[in-house]
């Protein structure tokens, strides 16, 4: 079942199995059927998400489903459509839409007839201007591209064309006041393109349309200045819906500026709204018609305003069914998929999130939806829309492409099943006569290279045996392991068919590189008895002075050192002739970085001391026989000896003493300082700015690092070094000037400093050499409130240098190194 790796007859679980017997033609190939991106009758067109522009698909989707606009689009005029007029398109130019409208015109073709199942947008994206990368507010986006083709399109001669927006999508409202003492009333009328309704704390749509619309009263600071009064007076204002346009756009206020946090966040509220939606309620002239039907829901899936994903739900004028636009991917809604705003959210639902309400039949509630899109109800059948001439043309090229595109992925698939078979009859051919029979001529080839050769994604590239040399240019008796012994026959075969070599055969095997591992063996299994041997000399009491030093930590790893050299030994009779593959060189250099990491590790040199003598710490080492330093010394002919009457370094004894005197004079001065400094060991002894103490109105300031130190010296007086100087120019600035305010000193900048009584401060200054003296002073009158009480600081603060540090901190804050992120991934909306 597998291969025997270190057995060269072994041609089993090589990779073989995949060839053997019958095989599927899709095993040859790993490119998708290039049908598959090919549109499906009656099918909607998909957009490709360029980045994060998932917002800008599922308006273009729902524009395009305009019937009206589309129309007057195709009928707006082009630099393209004149030049068809006179000679036709030049066919050895890819046409490049000058203008937004003829970007939108080309893309609003493609979505009707391309025989694509999507379409790439980014010629659009691009002359927009827009970052692919980066997501921007739908709902600012809907508002700024509607003024844009406006305004392109109000320079057109055609009145359909002209108006369409206009027609479409801009309706009227008034700001009425009215004055409470004389009813004056003044009204300014106003346009627009979308209602903004605010949904929190309402549940229905229709109670939003009435807060929108809600009379506010002007009262206070608030009054409104009366013409006829000729003074403020407290009055009433509300907004009068005065005419409608066919597509009513109702932006649903999800993204909220969140005061706390300096940032807009989203509201998760469900809002219920109805297929049917009657206006005659909310208007001022109640005599038209307002009755309007849903024609879209958009959507943004997530919790924050800053990420997530947009979608829409559109409904098919000519057809009256729902789908669902996903960018590439586009579903129709029907059955129980028929929900209108409802998607899952792409993070875990939060215990707090509430229950979605009961929705009776005809309406539907959302949390997700952003933007309720609602049509003009009317008798009259859906148009008909026939693609102008030049943009058919257009299409109709792009069509080509993509059926040349679909034959050429097609044909590549055609040529890799014939490649394949012709492959798969070549190895079940080959793979009968690999074997070697006894007493036939054989070569030996790499088991990497056969496996490249059964192994149907890469071709094989030329055989390379030079890996498997010694340094003699033969086969190295090591790298059997990873060979393969193979007849003649297929050898010849392989050698015609891919070149490469040197070819290894039966006189290839190098007998001095057998020779030289049987003599490494055999030191091995010799090491081993030594080692026996050595450990029962030690066992035995040395007399006199017959003995020798040796490391305790040598003679505990004595063995694994001796080890280490002959395996060093036996790499080094690997070494070919130069010509090793990747992975030989990399553990060659991981070889050499051990030994650079292990040179101080030599036998015996752990009782040398700094100055190349014998160490004076007696316990580091111990006395062996001179028999057992004898087969010590014939695996570590270079080791350092040192007899047992062999007197310890003398540099090393002086400074033992002088070690050990400063050891004392550091506890005697550790133990003066804390007893002349005790407020200054113990923090709760230590003045507080906050509440400043009565007795003293200066106080002294040193910086939190030097008492850390100081104490530090204090408790371990052998193991650190004492402090000498207080370093205070740290809390100044380069001019000399204090970096920190009274006010910071008793928040934030408190873990900064350390404060000091004026008692103790002469006492810092006999015991250690300071810098720079900072003090603060505190002034106030005889009988004073006590908040007017000043604190003087001895340097001043500096102001510039203050503002810096401050700018720096907020910087620091907002920059982030090794820091950890958590990412969550999603498969089928649901989270791994």
Not at 193 to 220: S, W
Not at 252 to 268: A, C, E, P, S, Y
């Amino acid at each position: 079942r597998g291969n025997c790796r270190g057995n060269p007859n072994c041609l089993v679980g090589i990779g073989e199995h995949v060839w053997l017997g019958e095989i599927d033609e899709n095993s040859f190939h790993n490119i998708d059927d290039p049908n598959c991106e090919r549109r499906k009758k009656n099918a909607f067109v998909g957009l490709t998400n360029l980045g994060a522009t998932c917002y800008v698909n599922t308006f273009l989707q729902m524009w395009f489903l305009n019937l009206e606009l589309r129309q007057a689009l195709y009928l707006c005029p082009s630099t393209c459509s004149e030049y068809a007029a006179g000679e036709g398109l030049p066919k050895d130019k890819d046409y490049e839409p000058q203008t937004i409208c003829e970007h939108l015109q080309y893309l609003f073709a493609l979505l009707q007839n391309s025989k694509r199942r999507y379409i790439d947008p980014s010629g659009f994206v691009k002359a927009l201007g827009l970052d692919t990368g980066q997501q921007q507010d739908a709902q600012e986006f809907s508002k700024l591209f509607m003024s844009l083709l406006e305004d392109t399109l109000s320079k057109q001669k055609n009145p359909d064309v002209r108006n369409i927006v206009q027609k479409q999508f801009c309706g009227e409202y008034a700001y009425v006041t009215v004055c409470n003492q004389c009813g004056r009333e003044s009204k300014l009328v106003s346009k627009f393109y979308e209602l903004e309704l605010n949904i929190q704390g309402h549940k229905q749509l229709t109670d939003c349309i009435t807060e929108f619309l809600k009379e506010e009263k002007l009262e206070g600071d608030n009054r409104y200045f009366c013409e006829t009064c000729q003074s403020k007076q407290n009055a009433t204002r509300k907004i009068r819906l005065l005419s409608l346009p066919c597509t009513l756009n109702l932006q649903l206020m999800r993204f909220v500026f969140d005061r706390q946090t300096g940032h807009k966040k989203k509201l998760n509220t469900y809002i219920g709204f109805s297929e049917l939606l009657d206006m005659e309620p909310f208007m001022e002239q109640k005599n038209g018609v307002y009755v309007y039907e849903l024609s879209a829901v958009l959507i943004h899936r997530g919790v924050s305003a800053y990420s997530g994903h947009y979608i829409a739900h559109v409904k098919d004028p000519q057809t009256g069914e729902w789908y669902k636009f996903n960018d590439e991917d586009i579903e129709k809604m029907e059955g129980k998929k028929l929900q209108l705003g409802i998607e899952e959210d792409l993070a875990e639902p939060s215990k707090s999130q509430t229950r979605k309400p009961k929705c009776g039949k005809g309406t539907h509630c959302s949390r997700n939806a952003y933007m309720l899109v609602y049509r003009l109800q009317t008798r009259e059948k859906s148009l008909t829309i026939e693609v102008p001439a030049f943009l058919q043309e257009l299409v109709e090229r792009d069509n080509c492409k993509f059926e040349e595109w679909c034959n050429e992925m097609a044909e590549m698939r055609k040529q890799s099943v014939a490649r394949g078979k012709i492959k798969h009859e070549e190895v079940k051919e080959l793979y009968k006569r690999l074997p070697a029979e006894a007493g036939s001529p054989y070569d030996f080839i790499s088991l990497e290279w056969l496996q490249k050769w059964l192994d149907e994604s890469t071709p094989p590239k030329p055989i390379d045996n030079t890996a498997c040399l010694c340094s003699h240019g033969k086969l190295h008796p090591d790298k059997i392991s990873i060979m393969k012994r193979i007849s003649e026959y297929v050898a010849d075969f392989f050698y015609r068919r891919y070149g490469g070599g040197p070819r290894l055969n039966v006189k290839a095997l190098c007998k001095d590189c057998v020779v030289e591992r049987c003599r490494i063996l055999r030191l091995k299994n010799q090491l081993n008895e030594d080692y026996k041997t050595v450990t029962n000399l030690l066992k035995i009491t040395v007399k006199g002075n017959d003995g020798f030093w040796v490391g305790k930590a040598s003679l505990r790893s004595w063995r694994q050192l001796a080890l280490e050299q002959l395996n060093e030994q036996d790499e080094d009779a690997e070494h070919s002739n130069g010509k090793m593959n990747g992975n030989a060189q990399n553990k060659d250099e991981s070889n050499e970085e051990k030994r650079e990491e292990e040179e101080e590790l030599n036998f015996n040199e752990d009782i040398v001391c700094p100055h190349g003598d014998l160490c004076i710490s007696e316990n580091e080492r111990r006395v062996v026989s001179k028999e057992a330093w004898e087969k010590l010394k014939q695996y570590f002919p270079k080791a350092p000896e040192f007899p047992n009457n062999r007197e310890c370094c003398s540099q090393c004894k002086i400074l033992e003493r002088e070690g050990e005197e400063n050891e004392a004079l550091h506890k005697m001065m550790a133990s003066e300082q804390k007893t002349s400094l005790q407020n200054l060991f113990h923090d709760k002894c230590r003045p507080c700015l906050g509440s400043w103490p009565q007795e003293t109105d200066e106080l002294y300031i040193v910086s939190q690092f030097f008492v850390e130190e100081w104490r530090k010296f204090v408790r371990r007086p052998t193991r650190c070094s004492p402090v000498s100087s207080v370093g205070n120019s740290a809390l100044l600035c380069p001019h000399g000037g204090l970096m920190f305010t009274y006010a910071s000193m008793t928040k934030e900048d408190s873990k900064l400093i350390a404060l000091i009584w004026p008692s103790e401060w002469e006492r810092i200054q006999k015991l250690f050499v300071v810098d720079h003296v900072i003090k603060i002073t505190r002034t106030q009158a005889a009988g004073a409130d006590p908040e007017s009480t000043l604190y003087v600081s001895e340097p001043q603060l500096c102001p510039e240098c203050r503002e810096g540090l401050l700018c720096q901190q907020q910087r620091d804050l907002r920059e982030y190194t090794q820091a950890t992120i958590y990412i969550h991934k999603v498969v089928d909306n649901k989270k791994v």
